[in-house]
């Protein structure tokens, strides 16, 4: 072996090392590898690259832009109340996150699928108080299983059969050839990660709950009269359920309502009066059918999908301190309304347009987003600050929205369009119909995935490039003697270990040819191998950076690398000696 290959080895065992400590973030350490490999001389500027051109990485980039229109019109959390439902447990939380992932996985790239997921399971997991911890690599595992059982379900599978046409006699595969020894994995990756999933997910506090002494306001909401929570029971209208905030009275006509049973009914009109801390009361902004009491908020001049939340601290030195919200004319004043105020960490039970304003009051504003700028340095206020997330859904072009992406999956499933194609048209009828502005497109976008992507496509350009991944393959499969069962187990093993470490795309390349040299050899058929080469260079469990979904996952689930370690490990053994074990009688030699 050549220093080259012998070098290139060398950075990905230290990358590989350096991810598993958790220190530094996975897109500093493969850029840090790449630009070793790009120094060294070993790959020019073109090879090193590589990623950044590629279609699997420029589709994961524009997806984000489609995910943004989603959920900024409100589509992602009707999506997950009509899909998810209402979990009894953890492990029913899992299996009906799941199933319905698995099944879009078979049929589309399951990339998008997971972007669009990622943020509806996280507003259904704390609606339901579940740990989010414990969902998201489910998720991800959920759309490996069901990519691997279709040709089009993962760009993989496309991979091994363009190379199949191209290298071999064989016609390739039609669309339900990987399902024969897919559906079975994929039943066995499903039902381990529900069982196992017990011990070997980890269990994380979430952020909100580790602070005790958060500020707590009162907030008066209305329920609108075509609302879809009119005639819903509270617990079934989802108003139970938001961490951090409780539904304390109802008025309806005069008449009060309190305390409030989860069975009472939600009517037309009703004046719900909520206690709680910002950010739930965030969550509660963005609910349909739902609206805030204050008529204030229907005077500003802004339209409220450009309008957000803030907060605001009243100084000593503020005019309207000791003057009634709406003695003080505070909307005319400042161009926001106050939406809710809290004392001293506390809720003040009075209408808010009643509450005489004391030094050190914070307020929850909503209005235009200028007001921070224009305030911020002001002697009327000590404090002005954004709340993160806070702008209003714009309900009304959710159908628009929903029916973007619907047109997007069928262009794909359908042929009319790659998913890179496909992909582009959507964002951009997000960004054309409003769905999404220009700023809110860009800020979705996750850089840091993109950057790890594209580096790891330049890495496992170098193994392959400088021989390594071929001498090291080669050597362990001469092991194997004459039995081609073994052999088979060989490259099953070996294409796992590099899906894991240079993505599965390339570990499928680089072990393609290998295969055929010992399926040649051997003088045995070669579609066992293909197919073996399909189901393992997809399957990958073990760490957030062989897999593009696992990786899209590691952040908001809050994972560390070991995570994937303790539960991926044993379930990429499995798959192994599974895939392996099965296909030949499936193929045949």
């Known amino acids: 072996m050549e220093w080259e290959a012998g070098f290139s080895v060398g950075v990905v065992i230290a990358c590989f090392a350096i991810l598993t400590t958790n220190r530094v973030a996975p897109d500093i350490v493969m850029m840090g590898g790449l630009t070793l490999l790009l120094v060294s001389g070993i790959l020019t500027p073109q090879e090193a690259l590589i990623g950044m051109s590629n279609e699997g990485m420029i589709t994961v980039g524009v997806l984000y832009v489609v ?3 989603l959920k900024e019109t409100g589509s992602i959390a009707w999506m997950s109340e009509r899909m998810l439902g209402k979990p009894r447990s953890e492990t029913y939380a899992q299996f009906r996150l799941m199933l319905p992932v698995f099944g879009l996985s078979a049929f589309l790239n399951n990339t998008p699928i997971v972007a669009i997921f990622i943020p509806a399971i996280q507003d259904w ?25 279709t040709l089009i379900g993962t760009s993989t599978n496309l991979v091994v059969n363009g190379l199949v046409i191209a290298e071999t006699d064989l016609e390739g595969f039609d669309m339900f050839a990987p399902a024969w020894v897919g559906i079975p994995l994929a039943m066995i990756i499903i039902s381990f990660t529900l069982i196992a999933g017990r011990w070997l997910l980890p269990k994380r506090q979430s952020a ?12 008066e909401m209305v329920v609108e009269p075509y609302s879809p929570l009119v005639g819903k029971r509270v617990e079934e209208a989802g108003l139970r359920q938001l961490p951090g905030l409780f ?15 989860s069975q009472d009914v939600l009517a037309a009109n009703d004046q719900l009066i909520f ?46 301190v000791g003057t009634s919200i709406r003695a003080s004319r505070f909307r005319s004043r400042y161009n926001v309304a106050v939406i809710a105020v809290s004392r001293n960490g506390s809720r003040i039970r009075r209408k808010i347009g009643d509450i005489h304003l004391q030094a050190g009051d914070t307020l929850l504003l909503e209005g235009d987003p200028g007001f921070v700028e224009h305030y911020r340095n002001s002697q009327d206020f000590f404090l002005v600050s954004f709340l993160e997330h806070s702008p209003i859904p714009r309900h009304e072009r959710s159908v628009m929205a929903l029916s973007i992406m619907f047109g997007m999956i069928i262009t794909v499933a359908l042929g009319l369009l790659s998913m890179l194609q496909s992909a582009m048209l959507a964002a951009g009828l997000m960004l054309l119909t409003r769905c999404t502005t220009g700023n809110q497109a860009r800020s979705a976008i ?12 330049g890495i496992g350009a170098a193994l392959q490039k400088t021989g390594a991944a071929t001498f090291i393959a080669t050597s362990l499969i001469s092991l194997a003697g004459g ?5 088979l187990l060989l490259v099953a093993l070996l294409t796992s270990f590099f899906t894991e470490i240079v993505t599965n795309n390339a570990a499928a390349i680089i072990m393609f040819h290998i295969a055929l040299a010992s399926a040649s050899a051997l003088a045995v058929s070669f579609l066992p191998f293909a197919i073996v080469l399909m189901l393992t260079a997809s399957s990958s469990f073990a760490t957030p950076i062989g897999y593009q979904t696992n990786l899209m996952v590691y952040g908001p689930g ?21 895939a392996s074990g099965l296909t030949p009688f499936v193929w045949g030699f």
């Open 247 to 261: 539904l304390i009275e109802i008025e309806r006509y005069g008449q009060l309502i309190s305390p409030v049973s």
């Open 208 to 219: 909100l709950s580790q602070f005790a002494n958060v500020r707590e306001y009162t907030v």
């Open 558 to 578: 809050g994972y560390r690398f070991s995570d994937y370690l303790r539960i991926g490990i044993p379930l990429n053994i499995i798959v192994v000696l599974t």
């Open 483 to 487: 039995s081609p069962w073994l052999t």
């Open 67 to 69: 995910v943004s229109g």
């Open 275 to 320: 206690v709680g801390i910002a950010e739930s009361i965030v969550d509660l902004q963005k609910m349909r059918g739902l609206k805030p009491a204050t008529k204030q908020i229907f005077k500003l001049n802004a339209p409220r999908h450009k309008r957000c939340l803030m907060e605001a601290v009243i100084s000593n030195s503020c005019p309207i």
């Open 446 to 457: 996750d850089w840091k995935v993109l950057v790890v992507i594209a580096a790891s496509f």
């Open 125 to 149: 997991a704390k609606q339901h108080h579940l740990t989010i911890s414990k969902l998201m690599i489910p998720l991800s595992y959920a759309s490996i299983a069901g990519g691997i059982c």
